[in-house]
Structures are given as C-alpha cells and as structure tokens.
C-alpha cells in the first residue's frame, strides 16, 4: 500500500521539476525579449541626439524651431534634454506634447536614472536621460503575471477535481459500509440461533457456558460493528457521555483479547469528563488505535491512556511502546490505503479520522512519536455540561 504514496510522490515531484524548467524557459524568453528591446531603444535613443543636434544646426540657420519638437515627439522613450543648462522632461506622463520643467520632479528621475546605474547619452551641445518603455517593464514582469494566472487556474481546477473525487469517494465508502452491514446481518442472526442451542446442551458444564459466554460477547461485537457500519454515510446522533467510563470499557475489552505481557494504563487529573459522542463510532475509533498500538509492540509492552481537560476542550492521549512512527508519516498514517502491514488494507485510521472530523467535529493527529520507543495519539473533543447518558 505505502507503493501507492510513493508513486505520489514521485509523480509530484516530476510535475515540479515540470513546472520549474517551464517557468525557467518563461523566464528565460522574456529577459531575452527585454535585453534585446533594451538594445533596439538604446540605438533609438542615439539617433535621438544626433537628430536633436541636427536640429539645433537647423535653428541657426533658419531660425526654425518646429524640427526639435517634431523630433521630440517622434521620440516616444521617457526622457529628461539639457541643453544649455535647461532640463526639460517628456513623456512622462503619456502625453507626448506636455512639457515637465519642475525642478524637484527632474531631479528626482535624474537620481533614479543614475541609481539604475545607467549612463546619459553627451553630444556636443545636449545631453539626454533616457528611461525605457513601460513595454520593457511589463515583459519583465510578464512571467509572474503568466505564473499566477496558470497557478489561479490549476488551483481551481484541483480543488473542484477533489472536491468531486472526494463526494464520489464518500458515496462510494458509505454504501460499501451500509451493504457490508446488511450483508453481516444473516450470518449473525444465524450465529444467534447456533449460541442458544449450544447454551441448551451446555447447561450441566460450567466451563463450555463460560466459553458461550464469550462468544455471546464476540456477538454482541459483531453487532456492533454493523451498527457501525450502518451509520457511515449518515448524521449520526451525539449524546454525553463520560469519556473515563467509555475508555474503561473500551480498554477492558481490549484487555481480554491482548498478548498477556501487554498492560494497560488509564490516568485522569478529573474525575469525570463528559463529551458530545457517538459511542459506537467512537468506540471504533479508539479500537483502531489500540489495534495499531498492539501491532505495533509486537506482543509486549504498555498502552497508557491520559484524559485531562483543557480549557473548552476534553483531550485524550493515547501512548504506546511500540516501534514508532517517522515524523515525515504523521499525516500520511491517516490517508486512506497508508499500512505497514502486509495484508492491511490501511483504512482504520482514515475512518477514525473521518469519523472524528466529519460526524464529532472533533481532531485526531499524531502527537509525538520516536523510532523504538514509542507514538501518542492525541484526541480532542469539546465538553460539553450536559448530564451524561444512561
């Protein structure tokens, strides 16, 4: 099952590197594109002053002005003339025929022109700063403005992906969980019948009733589980209860069915704890977690179960010792088909999540955990002051 995530993995790894060498050519053009624009508007801006230089011959001679402004207007770049010691500015602001003199506005694009480290261009009696195009900008910036786009878009795309992946998947799920649940429905019934024909012929033996008994009990569980299985897929009923006595049951009936050198602990700094739950689904929850807390220490060791309030919250910790979990599976042990087992479907603690989250708004997540020594499942449940049930 764990090939699964892997292959995950690596597919999103592919897509990254994907996307990177994508954005790096992106890139890659567009400051191509800008060197280049940059190089065309340098030589315009060269032809710029000599033509004004021209101009100027021009004056002399004919005592005519209008070449310079037609030159001027023909120049389309930003740029700041001084000739003789007056500065005049152009089309600073989109309107080639306006004429910026103020002092303070020129200065201050003068010292930006020399902060970018450009040069101004001299002729024998001008000199000329030039800015590039806002075309320059936007070609610059064209990648991130391509990137967000492209991200929006396939953001938007996963997400209504999943969501429909994730409706199909809980339709799917409940109605594997409600035919799983009719399907045990016979048998059980039927093992019903077989238990009180064996308590009829096993009257006059003590020790084959204690074994009817038991069975009764794994009965009864069978019972149970498909009651549980019944209320996936619908809003099951929450009612208080106190958690100390559900985890008193729970862990003695996991108690009776456990290796003998695993031992069991249940510490509270409260006396009583009570919770909205459903106690069924909940008991779920909590046998998966011991059932993997079992597996894991492999026959022995200690299960240690800590109830303790915390503000509004009703928190349990769930502590093992067994082999631990890497803290880079924290989140993966709750993904649906994420098992260390051979033959483990790697479903338990994605119900158990589901069923906290979805049906007892609730949390579950892996506290802490240490390679060979151990790993703490913490719950989180709101209090609730309601009289607990039964």
């Known amino acids: 099952m ?8 690596n597919w999103k790894a592919i897509l990254v590197i994907a996307g990177g060498v994508i954005l790096l050519i992106t890139l890659y053009y567009s400051n191509f594109l800008a060197q280049n624009l940059m190089k065309n508007e340098e030589k315009s801006a060269k032809l710029y002053i000599n033509a004004l230089e021209g101009s100027l011959t021009n004056q002399k001679l004919n005592e005519d002005n ?3 402004q037609d030159i001027i207007s023909a120049f389309a770049l930003p740029s700041i003339i001084e000739q003789d010691g007056v500065f005049e500015a152009y089309h600073f602001n989109g309107n080639s025929d306006e004429v910026i003199t103020d002092k303070v506005f020129i200065d201050k694009k003068i010292q930006e022109f020399f902060e970018d480290g450009k040069k101004p261009l001299t002729g024998p009696n001008t000199k000329i700063y030039y800015f590039h195009s806002r075309l320059v900008t936007y070609i610059k910036y064209f990648p991130i403005v391509q990137i967000f786009l492209i991200g929006s878009y396939i953001g938007l795309g996963y997400f209504l992906f999943n969501s429909s992946k994730r409706s199909e998947q809980n339709r799917v799920w409940a109605g594997m969980a409600k035919e799983t649940a009719h399907q045990l429905g016979t048998p059980i019934s039927a093992m019903l019948g077989w238990m009180s024909y064996l308590r009829e012929i096993s009257a ?17 569980r069978l019972n149970l589980v498909a009651d549980r299985f019944s209320k996936i897929g619908s809003r099951p009923e929450l009612k208080s209860y106190d958690l100390i006595k559900v985890m008193e049951e729970a862990i003695a009936y996991m108690e009776r069915r456990s290796p003998k050198n695993v031992t069991f602990e249940i510490k509270s700094s409260i006396s009583s704890a009570n919770v909205l739950i459903n106690e069924h689904l909940f008991q779920w929850v909590i046998e998966n977690i011991l059932r993997n807390a079992l597996d894991a220490m492999d026959g022995k060791g200690k299960i240690s179960c800590n109830i303790q309030k915390m ?15 890497p803290s ?12 260390t087992k051979q033959r483990g479907w790697g479903l338990g603690l994605s119900l158990a999540k589901r069923i906290m989250e979805e049906y007892h708004k609730g949390k579950i ?15 989180k449940l709101q209090s609730t002051d309601l009289e607990p049930f039964g």
Do not use: N
Not at 2 to 8: E, V
Not at 311 to 325: A, F, M, Q, V
């Open 311 to 325: 503000g509004d919250e009703t928190c349990l910790d769930i502590s093992d010792t067994g082999k631990g979990i």
């Open 2 to 9: 764990q090939d699964i995530y892997q292959q995950r993995s």
């Open 365 to 379: 997540f892996v506290k802490s955990s240490k390679i060979g020594e151990g790993t703490t499942f913490s719950i």
């Open 328 to 339: 880079s599976k924290f989140k993966t042990v709750f993904q649906p088909g994420y098992s």
């Open 66 to 68: 209008s070449l310079r």
């Open 204 to 220: 006059d033996s003590p020790e084959h009733l204690e074994v009817v008994e038991e069975l009764e009990k794994d009965i009864d």
